[in-house]
């Protein structure tokens, strides 16, 4: 082999490199192929959008009563009008508009929650995966109590004792469903804790806040992407399902459980007053989950399995 | 195994202690008691009255003994509401809820294993395609929705099953599913996963050189290693369904632990609520350890880590 053909093969695999897509171009066309994380994005921007302008969208007041025009029917329906295109509820009250309202508490809760147990569930796990020990020990039992109680019960009994008010449920809630942070980052920064560049750190004397704020979390960020898109998702049917039993947001608010629960008197005449709550609330958790599905794929290169 | 199993035993009793004060602190720490038992309306000297004779005026270390010293001998103290011993009545109620969460653990089994082993026999078909299509709808199917909406199509429109009560089988059909289908989405992804790590191992290569049937390959030498962890993820699933089962017992007005739980929420009945939540604890963390225990078993990989 000459030298002029080995700097030929040489130049050819620099051209391979500067060609190949870089890591960022390689997730965004895995992003373009991922059917169902846009999907997901896409009902949740517009759900997003909703809540942000739902003051300029709605027909009528949400919480604006008329006796009079109790219980219409959605524009499906025989006494359907354009007036109120999905009806109105038992007191009058325009349904759509209650609909884009409930958005914003389905959102906020959602969304509140999910960061209260994030910092909760975070600190948790990467102490625990970081220092390992008698702190992962501690923690760990800690997890394990907090796994042994029910949910569901545990909120409302709290709940029932506090008084209920959005802010408690957002609170109690926070409270309740980090477990999933802790679990999942602390065997993430185990696996990160590990790696060579962590040792190389630690041999330059940095010191642990650098550590975990430089080199694990941006690297296990991923991880608590893809939880606290699962927990905001559980979050907001948790706080439907508190609100469907009455302890959760209290009337008159449009929340989109309370709405179901205020339905149910007449689920066997109107069937579709618990149709169209229970849809938007499904709708909203599956695009969150979606997303969180779709953004696990393309940036784990295993994906699915 | 025995070393293993008595140290998983030991964490489990060291769990339901500190889960017995939990559930002990968790009336006492978010409201005062004596004013719930007293009653909209009641004066500080009637609060005053009740504090004295439910013993409330003493430290709560006090009361705490007390109370897990009658514990231990099975009592759980007396229900405000009923005055009746609250183990007489969870003993009444336990068996129904218990009935009802057996029935939705094996309605979720009876449809997730077979759909995980066929999506892994045949992976990224039709088939596979459809199971994960259930998984993702079914986790974002708000459960009282799915249960409303059951009871307006089986049981109105179409008259098949009974709506409310818990006295036939035919009773707990829709409940159990209700009930059963949120857990239905993790078994099959992990006998998905499973099957599919088994599938791809040494020894089933072998058994198919040798010309073994298929079917003998997929059901005696892999799905009896794939389910492994399937179990233990059963079992937790089963104490997060007795956990569950407010919402859907409240629902379809059948009388177990659920709605014993939420009518004492309401009528602030606290030795009922601190028990219900004590026995759900300890059903969750017993179920763990035998999963772990089973797990064990019949993986010594796992017992020796």
Redesign the interface.
Known sequence: MTLQSAKQTQSATDQQAILRPTPRQQMIVRIKMHY?LQIGASILIAMILMAIFASFLVPHDPYAQDLSNRLVDPIWGSTGTWDHPLGTDSLGRDYLSRLIYGSRIALMIGFSAMLISGVIGTILGVAAGYFGGRVDAVIS?II??R????????A???V???GSSLEVVVVVLGLLIWDRFAVVLRSATLQVRNMEYVAAAEVLGASFPRIIFKDILPNISNHLIVVATLEM?HAI?LE??LS??G?GVQPPLPSW?LM?SEA?DF??FK?WM??VP?VA???L??AI??LG?GIRDVTTPEGR? | MLMFAIKRLG?AL??TF??SI??FS??RM??DVAT?IAGEGATEADIEIVRQQYGLDRPLSVQYIEWSGKILHGDLGQSLFFQRPVSEILAEKLPVTLTLGLLALGFAVSLAIPLGVLAAVKPNSLIDRISLIIA??G???????FA??M??VFG?ILRWLPVSGSDTLAHFVMPAIALGYYATPAIMRLTR?GM?DVLSSDYIRTARAKGLDTHVILFKHALRNAVIPVVSLAAVQL??M???S??VE?IFSIQGV?HL??IS??R?DFPV?QG??LV??VF??FL?LLADILNGWLDPRIRIS
């Not at chain 1, 796994?147 to 545990?154: G, Q, R």
């Not at chain 2, 986790?139 to 929705?145: G, I, S």
């Open positions: 169902s039992f394990l109590n796994l042994s109680l029910p949910v569901t019960l545990v409302l009994a709290v029932s004792v506090v998702a049917l439907a399902a469907f039993l302890m459980g179901v149910r689920m066997f069937p618990i149709t229970g609330l499904f709708l958790v599956l989950n979606l599905d399995n | 964490l060291l769990v500190t889960v939990i559930s968790l009336v978010t409201g719930a993702v709808l986790q974002a199917m708000p459960t009282f929705w409303l909406v009871m307006v109105v996963a599919l104490g997060f007795l956990g569950g407010i919402i409240s659920g739980a939420l929420i309401e602030a609520i219900i939540v759900l604890a969750y963390i763990t």
